[in-house]
């Protein structure tokens, strides 16, 4: 995670920056800690984020921006209060709810709206967020006009873009810079004092851990497609919102092998860690790498499904995986879990979230303790005792 972020900060060293980690890939406090005091900033999506960021420290606020298509007023109040960096306003509607409540609470808001540039980036369709079809943003032929709306109360000083995740090449996050600063261009034909350009996330990894993956090149293709761009727009800090890039390949879920069983042809591995834990699987039919924690006893390899105990098909972390042979009480890691992983987790099937171990070197630290049932029945009620 630190030579990641460290791969960003010295990629658009050319220009001033500031890389805001996307808090929903990896929410922990003791991960928030760690880049924050690399100084790194924060994009947040809801008040329990930006909450979580202020709880590690104060002072971070001042490097959050907010984006997110439905803040709620407490969210706005939270976050002005806190004077965050940069509010990314996703709709009218949004900016007229934020504009009340800065002037309630006598609080400047320095605001940029997301816009939606219409650039198609090949991902999953359920992580794909970039075209005039999808929920996000404002169309950005009509940025312009809101743009002049906005000035009248509150602080346009940026424009902003994200349009996806998982994302491979770094031909869509140019398209979409030259878009966003042509439009730059226009705003300060308008007046605006526009000194943010925010690329958002999305820079993909190779989960397919046999493939080759070089993240420093990586980094400089995607630095080489915005650079131009953001300096074609001339005196913008370039935000950037990199989440996954930054922890999923620095994580691994670690699950127990419960049993090995054999339906007719197909042999399942059952794991004590299941789609509760890590949903990608079930819901992006993403890939996993799977290996054998111990060393593999000899060559011989099966193919099984890599499979939980909820009770749902779609509870698999591996079909038909070619694997090293395990037996019961074996310990597998499902690779590159650091990304939407434990913030993705759930008490589904009323399964208890597991612990969460950071390792630096030779150095293990608890970071969160595994659930236990008091967690998991403390916010209820019986019906007959209200
Ligand atoms: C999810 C998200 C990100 C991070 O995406 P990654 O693919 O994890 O880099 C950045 N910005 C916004 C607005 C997002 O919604």
Redesign the pocket.
């Known amino acids: 995670m630190q030579e990641r972020l460290s791969l960003f900060q010295h990629a658009f060293s050319v220009m001033p920056h500031l890389v805001c980690f996307?808090v929903?890939?990896n929410s922990a406090l003791a991960i928030l800690d760690l880049l924050g005091r690399r100084g790194a900033g924060f994009?947040v999506?809801s008040g329990g984020e930006l909450e979580r960021v202020l709880a590690v420290d104060h002072r971070f606020a001042e490097r959050v921006v907010f984006?997110?298509i439905g803040k709620t007023a407490p969210e706005l109040d939270l976050a002005l209060r806190s004077e965050i960096l940069l509010f990314?306003v996703e709709s009218e509607g949004e900016l007229e709810l934020l504009s009340e409540r800065a002037a309630k609470l006598r609080k400047r808001a320095r605001i940029a709206l997301?816009v939606n540039p219409d650039v198609f980036a090949e991902t999953h369709p359920y992580?794909s967020?970039g075209l005039r079809e999808h929920k996000f943003g404002i169309d950005i032929r009509r940025a312009r006009a809101v743009y002049r709306k906005a000035g009248k109360s509150l602080e346009p000083a940026g424009v902003s873009v994200?349009i996806?995740?998982?994302i491979r090449g770094a031909e869509p996050f140019g398209a979409a810079a030259q878009r966003v600063a042509a439009l730059i261009a226009d705003l300060r034909k308008d007046g605006h004092v526009i000194r943010y350009m925010d690329a958002?996330?999305?820079?993909?990894i190779e989960y397919h851990a046999d493939r080759p993956f070089d993240p420093e090149e990586k980094v400089r293709e995607y630095a080489a497609a915005l650079i131009p761009a953001a300096q074609s727009a001339g005196g913008v800090t370039l935000l950037l919102?990199?989440?996954?890039?930054l922890v999923a390949q620095a994580g691994a879920l670690l699950a127990r092998v419960l049993y090995v069983k054999k339906n007719g042809e197909k042999t399942f591995v059952i794991t004590d860690a299941a789609m509760n834990d890590l949903i990608r699987p079930a819901l992006y039919q993403a890939y996993h790498h799977i290996v054998p924690v111990a060393r593999p006893r000899g060559k011989r390899r099966i193919v099984a499904d890599v499979v939980g105990p909820v009770c749902e098909s779609g509870d698999f972390f591996a079909r038909d995986r070619e694997l090293a042979p395990v037996r019961p009480g074996d310990l597998v890691a499902i690779l590159d879990a650091g990304?939407?992983g434990m913030t993705l987790a759930s008490n589904y099937n009323s399964r208890l979230r597991p612990a969460e171990v950071l390792v630096e070197g030779r150095r293990a630290r608890l970071i969160r303790r595994r659930e236990n049932i008091d967690d998991l029945l403390a916010p209820e009620r019986l019906s007959h005792s209200l």
């Open positions: 996307a929903k890939a994009d999506v984006s997110g990314n997301r992580i967020t994200h996806g995740s998982q958002g996330g999305g820079l993909g919102e990199p989440g996954r890039f990304a939407y």
